[in-house]
């Protein structure tokens, strides 16, 4: 069977994300699964493979079914040149809005390839939000650009660590808007790509706990209504399809039941609900993955981390994990593949 080809993206380039894609190309169990393509500037990779200690050569391409002739090489696809000239001569570990439009440009142009059938999905290394900001591009995040780009109405996410996978209904708004972002129409959103996803990865009857939104899942309604008029309800209607969803759970019990092989899923209600259990069980091998686009898109689930940003320590597991995660859901299939 042949490999499918990944986007990978650089990242903001003064972060650590030139980094952790210089060690997961040259990774022989990335290697294993995909071809990768990196999509940023090659001089930044450059750079970064240097301060790695990595021992692979950049080759620029134009174009993904172009393959690197040379072993030891990586293909790599720039799609602004003259920003690229300029990202590398930026100071590493400093917010810049050049910088910031840099990481966009390497997104859009990895989507526009996924969604043309050149690569067979993306990997996204951090990108910084307040420099995307700054350079005009003003998204709460990488799932909210990728559904626009998309045309995507209902987007999600699920990160994943080990055997715990979490799939938030709510993600980047501030806590007080979550209660009413929490409807019977968008559970059935969420609940319905969950049970899409987790068969996706070979799970053929998977168990999905819903987490509730209030303490102890609103104690019959002593601490909210939600959990008993509305989460219950969307609950009994995913089982009423013949999936195993139960809850709501308490959502201070219903991660750690998971962590332990309990259930396959947990979905959460709002991002730090989801984030913090992941972050707990596996800081720097969490993988976040996008439900809902027409493409399949893993990414890091860590920041730029300006403050190492060019010492060459950043940990690559997070890179690593999210790239054989995507080559997983891409499968071996002929659109962007060797």
């Not at 080809?5 to 380039?13: E, K, Q």
């Not at 996204?124 to 350079?135: D, I």
């Amino acid at each position: 069977m042949s490999l499918p080809v990944l986007a990978l993206t650089m990242g903001d380039p003064v972060g650590i994300g030139p980094e952790v894609v210089a060690r997961a190309v040259a990774a022989p169990e990335v290697r294993a699964v995909c071809r990768p393509l990196v999509v940023g500037s090659a001089a930044v990779l450059d750079r970064a493979l240097r301060l790695c200690g990595v021992d692979l050569r950049t080759v620029p391409v134009s174009h993904p079914a172009e393959r690197p002739s040379q072993t030891g090489a990586v293909g790599v696809m720039d799609p602004d040149e003259a920003l690229g000239a300029t990202v590398e001569r930026l100071p590493l570990g400093e917010v810049s809005p050049i910088a910031g439009r840099a990481a966009v440009a390497y997104v859009l142009r990895a989507i526009d390839l996924a969604m043309c059938g050149q690569v067979a999905g993306i990997v996204t290394a951090p990108l910084n939000k307040e420099a995307m900001n700054s350079a005009g591009f003003h998204y709460a995040g990488h799932t909210e650009l990728l559904a626009e780009r998309t045309g995507s109405r209902e987007a999600a996410m699920m990160l994943v660590t080990g055997n715990l996978r979490v799939i938030h209904v709510t993600t980047h708004v501030a806590l007080e808007r979550v209660p009413g972002l929490v409807t019977a129409a968008r559970l059935a959103t969420v609940f319905g790509l969950a049970q899409e996803t987790l068969c996706r990865l070979g799970l053929q009857r998977p168990r999905i706990a819903v987490a509730g939104l209030n303490p102890h899942a609103g104690e019959q309604g002593l601490f909210g209504r939600q959990d008993r008029e509305v989460i219950a309800p969307a609950v009994e209607q995913a089982r009423a399809q013949g999936w195993e969803f139960s809850g709501p759970w308490p959502p201070d019990t219903i991660f750690a039941r998971a962590s332990r092989g309990q259930f396959d899923g947990v979905v959460a209600m709002y991002h730090d609900q989801g984030h913090i259990a992941i972050k707990m069980v596996g800081f720097d091998e969490g993988v976040n993955v996008s439900l809902g686009l027409p493409l399949v898109r893993t990414s890091v689930d860590h920041g730029t981390a300006f403050d190492i940003a060019g010492k060459g320590i950043a940990r690559p597991i997070s890179m690593i994990q999210a790239t054989v995660l995507a080559a997983q859901l891409a499968g071996a299939r002929a659109p962007g593949s060797d």
